[in-house]
């Protein structure tokens, strides 16, 4: 069964609009993580953002935000202003306590348009 | 230099055949993985290994075979490849298995094409 659903599978903006991403999980678990990873272009995976299951605070890194909330089980990715930069793949996942590995949803590619 | 390396970036070659992957990191992780990214994109957990043993084995295949002669290298031997083998096949390290505070690092990744 899928744990993690990303039901966007593409999204396209113009340069400077706001882009959402929806993350939805599905866990027993009461110990868990919660991950954002990019996928540019030219392909390699670079790490966004781990959550842990009891830190339910946003946060902010710049243009990108991230709101966490356990009682609808989802983890949403905010881009900010975009950039043509921001084009990419983006992939939540998600790790169960000592599962030691990550389950990925199945990714949204974001195209921003100058 | 580059944190976790991955030789070779592409890879084609005619089903049958017996290839290998090289990973290396540098990074003096206890952890290393293997992913496959399929066409769709779908990214999947195949291997990790731990202080150079066997953790997750993901119902590979056992044509798929991992070999970690130490902590800074996974590499990866596939035998008598198939159409279905051509993926993405992504190398990860940690510094160990608490991904609650240990961050995956992907390499670059290898584009495997079996014609």
């Known amino acids: 069964a899928q744990k993690v659903t990303q039901a966007q599978t593409e999204i396209s903006v113009v340069e400077k609009e706001d882009v959402t991403l929806d993350c939805v999980y599905e866990?027993?678990?009461?110990?868990?993580?919660l991950f954002w990873y990019k996928q540019p272009p030219s392909g390699e995976l670079v790490f966004l953002i781990r959550?842990?299951?009891?830190?339910?605070q946003n946060e902010i890194s710049g243009r990108y935000s991230w709101n966490f909330q356990k009682s609808t089980s989802s983890f949403n990715f905010t881009i900010t202003a975009s950039q043509v930069v921001d084009s990419a793949v983006y992939f939540c996942?998600?790790?169960?306590?000592?599962?030691?590995?990550?389950?990925f949803g199945a990714g949204t590619t974001v195209t921003v348009r100058a | 230099d580059t944190a976790v390396s991955q030789t070779p970036k592409y890879l084609v070659t005619q089903m049958g055949n017996d290839k290998s992957i090289k990973c290396e990191q540098n990074?003096?992780?206890?952890?290393m993985y293997w992913y496959k990214q399929d066409s769709k994109k779908f990214l999947k957990i195949m291997f990790s290994?731990?202080?150079?043993?066997?953790?997750i084995n993901e119902t590979v295949p056992n044509r798929f075979s991992p070999k970690s002669p130490d902590k800074a290298h996974l590499n990866l031997h596939i035998n008598s490849l198939e159409l279905g083998d051509s993926a993405v096949y992504f190398c990860a390290s940690s510094q160990g298995l608490a991904l609650g505070t240990d961050t995956q690092y992907f390499g670059p990744g290898t584009r495997l094409t079996v014609l």
């Open positions: 290994y731990n202080n150079k043993e066997l953790i």
């Open positions: 959550r842990n299951s009891f830190d339910e």
């Open positions: 996942a998600l790790s169960e306590h000592g599962d030691y590995k990550l389950s």
């Open positions: 990074l003096g992780h206890d952890t």
């Open positions: 866990t027993r678990d009461t110990t868990y993580y």
